[in-house]
């Protein structure tokens, strides 16, 4: 069965630390990974996909397969990352989509 | 105006009655999904569709079901025998050429029992 896990519900950093945002998933085959975004007031939507390899808004995340983990990481916070941050999961064969429980990021000035 | 479409915006309905919540889309999806929102269990995946007149049970269907008659639109009925209906809704689409593709939401329909 998929599995998306994060660990942490809230996480709370000064402006301009380092943020990562833990996700840990368990799947048997290769899953396509994804963060996706909810800021206040707007839909959830995509900020990136392992596959694309990108950097969206300072954000960045590395598959690692060997831990089955995909943490999403940004190098120096900013006010405007506060949000509702969800890790998601889907595995080859099957449309089905599915999410972690969520991390609450708050960026203090 | 493109997009994903949820109505309505909040529903209320009473202990023992189903209800419907409607979920269009205009972006020639193949694909559709419907999840619940709880404060601190994150999105639960309550049922998918991948094509038209096929669809899954997600991760939470007891209590719920769904009709994929049309390619844009993908309804949700909560039944009674669902122990507790209150929550937000949420539904999805996303093309189904590719496992990589985004998903786009629509805002939400927050059922409310009383």
């Known amino acids: 069965a998929q599995r998306v896990t994060q660990p942490e519900k809230l996480l709370s950093v000064f402006k301009g630390a380092p943020v990562e945002l833990k996700c840990n998933y368990s799947y048997s085959g290769s899953p396509e990974l994804f963060w996706y975004v909810q800021y206040s007031r707007q839909r959830l939507q995509l900020l990136l996909r392992h596959i694309s390899r990108e950097s969206i808004k300072g954000f960045t995340a590395d598959l690692n397969k060997g831990e089955t983990s995909f943490h999403l990481k940004k190098p120096f916070a900013q006010e405007e990352d506060s949000a509702m941050y969800y890790c998601?999961?889907?595995?080859?064969?099957?449309?089905?989509?599915?999410f972690g429980q969520g991390t609450r990021l708050t960026i203090n000035p | 105006d493109g997009g994903i479409t949820q109505s309505p915006k909040y529903l209320f309905r009473k202990e023992g009655q189903n209800v419907t919540l409607s979920c269009e889309q205009n972006?020639?999806?193949?694909?559709m999904y419907w999840y619940r929102q709880d404060p601190g269990q994150g999105l639960r995946l309550i049922y998918y569709?991948?094509?038209?007149?096929?669809?899954q049970k997600g991760d939470i269907a007891e209590g719920y079901s769904v009709s994929r008659e049309k390619k844009e639109s993908f309804p949700l009925t909560v039944t009674s025998a669902q122990k507790n209906p209150t929550a937000f809704y949420l539904c999805a689409s996303r093309p189904g050429d590719n496992l990589n593709t985004e998903a786009f939401f629509g805002q939400g329909t927050r059922l409310t029992v009383v």
């Open positions: 998601a999961l889907t595995a080859w064969g099957a449309q089905k989509l599915v």
């Open positions: 972006l020639n999806h193949d694909a």
């Open positions: 569709s991948q094509i038209v007149n096929d669809f």
